[in-house]
């Protein structure tokens, strides 16, 4: 069955660490994979796009990296700050059909 | 301000009720969407719209009724739910319903049933 599994449903680290995020899929074959971050009681907002040809992507703090043969996502946050947390989804194509989503990681930093 | 408007923010209704959700974008997007998000479950696609036409419906039950009078607008009809339709629903946008298109979400409409 397809799945889409996200490290643990809450990840707590240091201010000022890097903070890693791993999304792991089953019987996908995305051409993308996008990452949201969602604060409580928000909508999720875009971050970065990454397509299956590309090894990384960033934007500011942000990396993304994209392994299709791991079937792996990674997702950090470097110099991680306590405005950093929320949750982050991750979400990839349905055989270009719509993006699934998974189910989300909640990370605190912590002061 | 993400460019789609979601009404109410909050809604409390019977399970006898008709109520309505109601969502506006103003990006000049083609493509609309709903979401259902409850606690403890990722984010379930209910319904694309794409130029103002239903494309997909991921087998939501009839008590759930979409309406897409233009692209701009979106509106969810809700009548007789269930205490467990209570959630969060997303409204969202895209350029196109071309993968790879970043989606943007509203705030959301909380849901209880009661």
């Known amino acids: 069955s397809q799945k889409i599994e996200q490290n643990s449903e809450a990840l707590n680290i240091q201010e000022g660490k890097t903070a890693t995020l791993t999304c792991n899929y089953t019987n996908y074959s995305p051409a993308y994979l996008q990452w949201y971050r969602q604060d409580p009681g928000r909508g999720p907002v875009f971050l970065l796009l990454i397509r299956e040809n590309e090894k990384e992507k960033r934007k500011e703090r942000l990396k993304v990296t994209f392994d299709t043969t791991l079937k792996q996502s990674l997702f950090h946050i470097t110099a991680s700050q306590p405005a950093d947390s929320a949750t982050y989804l991750c979400a990839l194509d349905n055989y270009g059909q719509n993006f699934v989503f998974g189910p989300g990681t909640r990370l605190s930093v912590l002061p | 301000e993400t460019g789609v408007t979601q009404t109410p923010r909050h809604l409390v209704m019977g399970m006898t009720n008709k109520k309505s959700l109601k969502c506006e974008q103003h990006?000049?997007?083609?493509?609309m969407y709903w979401y259902k998000q409850s606690a403890k479950k990722p984010l379930e696609l209910m319904f694309v719209y794409s130029l103002e036409e239903r494309v997909e419906n991921n087998s939501v039950p009839s008590r759930f009724s979409p309406e897409c009078p233009n692209s701009s607008h979106l509106f969810l009809h809700l009548h007789t739910l269930q205490p467990e339709d209570s959630a969060l629903y997303l409204c969202?946008?895209?350029?196109?319903?071309?993968?790879?298109?970043?989606?943007?979400f509203g705030e959301g409409s909380w849901l209880t049933v009661v």
């Open positions: 990006l000049g997007h083609n493509a």
């Open positions: 969202a946008s895209s350029q196109d319903k071309i993968v790879g298109n970043t989606i943007y």
